[in-house]
């Protein structure tokens, strides 16, 4: 820290109690008491530096008891007066940028100028803040945190707007253009190894690479009203919006314990000691800080990291912040919803009038902005017929993302047995349909909720069921749900017919792509009859088609006794209920159903056989001509 000597005289000022005492050889003649401290001094040295204490002394020396003066308002207090005492006394004295503050105020408010003597207190301190402290980044900023105590007296100085000023400047420019050792030469000078010169003296120091986040824990001790102030003037002076909101973000982190639960023990609580504080702030401090920084918080996207904006919100909801504070931060994280994780939605509900375990209400909010945001900015909308713009454009992978993130979140908050099925149905169903490829994680969500709620009545079960599209689900989705007993029989229906139809559709696909091997076998064994590598790839195509259809028989034969167990619950539950029309349509289905499947398997061994025919007479045909070569020979 830099600092300037004043006086020249030895220290001649002992302290006993709450008494200061100047030991001249000459008895002291004046008592002037500032707070609970009195200092017994001499006349002449103070009213021969200040204006005010020549009127006061004036006015104090007709008394009986005698000359009392009282300064009940000095800037600083007892010590600030002990450093002007001593300045009007000529002891020596540092003048410091944690005192030039104090001392400018107080020799202001003392009339310390010219005119009772050269050289005096305001012009030394003014000449000091100016070309000494407001030069240093350091420097300026003690003297700016040191305006906190003496706001009223720095503002009428235009102290603070100077400090924030010079800082604003600073913090745009790199570090080592006004730090030491560089101050006297505007710039650094470097030694050929690359080490810093101080008067062509090699200091050993070397220069680092500064970044732009260089100043963001120096700031950070500066209380919130000044370093509101100080953001607002980096603005102006058009510091990049990203590196502002770094500040703003280790600022919060520092006076925040909420943003901080993911630090080990030893980081969290040295990143929440505020400086020269007793400790953390009071939570009506905090909530004021919170809704001050939502003010400050630019509103775009990507400039603050997710899992911050999740950290506000959750302490905004702790400390019951303003409506608009905590809507705010809702509509920041719903701009950039889809880099969120699902750790981040997890938020315990903090309200005494809800019974769910997680804030299920914040996350449709904040659902339904990522919805409105995406509308507005062009999101892409349900194409019939497009596949490659469902499954492959850039614009809906961030939909896409969110929706899979709302399935996964879906999942978790379903075994709570307080949420209640109408608010499980209306967050699933605020995604749009397009924006689930596969219904997959729906279909698990719904699973958990109807294992955790087995008293929900069958039309809750159904009205639940209805959420998914059963067209969209995964073989492996289709099996297990045409096996699961929670599901209502409506949709177990669904499931069956909507996987035989995809059953048949490969089936058919199979037929098709056998045909067209056969056609083109043929094609090749009139071209090439007499090369034996034709016959080589024809064996080589009958073993592959063979083997699919193995597997495609155990199929139909696995769905088939699938079919016909359904069938005999169907015609049970029929009989149970004295209703005709599920047996109907129990035989009807499974009618339709093993039709099918024979016709398939017959179809298939058909197929097989002739296949096999083919294959015995080129066996033949090639042994002939093999015998009729031996013969030539």
């Not at 745009?172 to 190894?193: A, C, I, K, R």
């Amino acid at each position: 820290m830099a600092c300037m000597k004043l006086g020249s005289k030895h220290d001649a000022f002992q302290r006993k109690g709450q008494a200061w005492f100047c030991t001249t050889g000459l008895p002291s003649d004046i008592v002037v008491e500032v707070e609970d401290m009195s200092f017994h001094l001499h006349k002449f040295p103070l009213l021969s530096r200040s204006g005010v204490m020549e009127k006061l002394i004036a006015e104090a020396s007709g008394a009986e008891d005698g000359c009392v003066v009282n300064l009940p308002h000095i800037p600083g207090g007892d010590k600030t007066f002990e450093l002007v005492a001593k300045f009007c006394y000529g002891v020596k004295l540092e003048l410091t940028a944690a005192n030039v503050v104090y001392l400018r105020c107080a020799a202001e408010c003392l009339e310390m100028t010219e005119e009772y003597g050269e050289g005096n207190l305001i012009s030394q301190t003014e000449n000091f803040l100016n070309q000494v402290v407001l030069r240093n980044w350091k420097d300026s900023l003690k003297a700016l945190q040191s305006c906190d105590d003496v706001v009223p007296f720095a503002e009428d100085l235009n102290i603070p707007k100077r400090c924030i000023e010079s800082l604003a400047v600073k913090a745009g420019s790199d570090p080592n253009l006004f730090g030491w050792p560089m101050v006297e030469y505007g710039g650094p000078m470097q030694s050929p190894g690359g080490s810093l010169l101080w008067n062509g003296i090699s200091t050993g120091a070397r220069l680092k690479n500064a970044s732009s986040d260089w100043w963001y824990e120096d700031i950070s001790c500066l209380s919130l009203p000044l370093y509101k102030r100080l953001i607002s003037a980096m603005e102006s002076r058009g510091i990049k919006q990203e590196v502002l909101a770094g500040s703003l973000t280790s600022y919060a982190k520092k006076y925040l314990p909420g943003l901080n639960r993911h630090q080990s023990a030893s980081e969290s609580s040295k990143s929440l000691e505020p400086v020269g504080s007793g400790g953390l702030p009071s939570e009506e401090d905090q909530k004021l800080l919170l809704e001050e920084l939502d003010k400050l918080l630019p509103m775009h996207k990507g400039l603050i990291s997710t899992k911050i904006l999740f950290g506000l919100l959750r302490t905004a909801l702790i400390l019951r912040a303003s409506p608009s504070c905590i809507s705010n931060l809702e509509r920041r994280i719903g701009m950039q919803l889809d880099q969120a994780s699902l750790e981040d939605l997890l938020m315990p509900n903090f309200s005494y009038t809800m019974e769910t375990l997680y804030n299920v209400e914040c996350i449709e909010r904040i659902l339904e902005h990522f919805l409105a945001m995406d509308q507005v900015t062009g999101g892409a909308s349900p194409c019939s017929g497009d596949d490659d713009q469902l499954m492959g454009s850039p614009s809906l992978t961030p939909i896409t993302t969110v929706a899979k993130l709302i399935d996964g979140y879906l999942a978790e908050v379903a075994p709570d047995t307080n949420l209640k099925p109408s608010k499980f149905q209306s967050l699933a169903a605020a995604v749009p349909d397009y924006a689930r490829p596969l219904d997959d994680g729906l279909y698990r969500a719904i699973d958990i909720y109807l294992k955790s709620h087995p008293w929900l009545s069958d039309a809750d079960r159904e009205q639940l069921c209805r959420l998914m599209d059963c067209q969209k689900l995964s073989m492996e989705a289709c099996t297990h749900a045409a096996q699961n007993e929670r599901l209502p029989l409506r949709t177990i229906v669904q499931v069956l017919f909507f996987e035989q139809l995809q059953l048949r559709t490969s089936i058919a696909g199979c037929f098709l792509v056998s045909d067209n091997l056969d056609g083109s076998r043929q094609l090749r064994s009139g071209l090439v009859a007499s090369n034996d590598g034709g016959w080589n790839t024809a064996v080589r195509e009958n073993q592959v088609l063979k083997v699919g259809m193995d597997s495609m028989r155990m199929r139909v034969s696995e769905l088939e006794k699938e079919c016909t167990n359904m069938k005999q619950e169907i015609q049970k539950l029929g009989r149970v209920k004295g209703s005709s029309t599920w047996g109907n349509m129990s035989k009807k289905l499974g009618f339709r159903l093993k039709s099918q499947m024979c016709s398939a398997q017959e179809g298939s061994v058909s197929n097989q056989k002739l296949e096999s025919g083919k294959s015995e007479k080129a066996k033949e045909k090639n042994g002939k001509y093999k015998n009729k070569q031996l013969a030539l020979k």
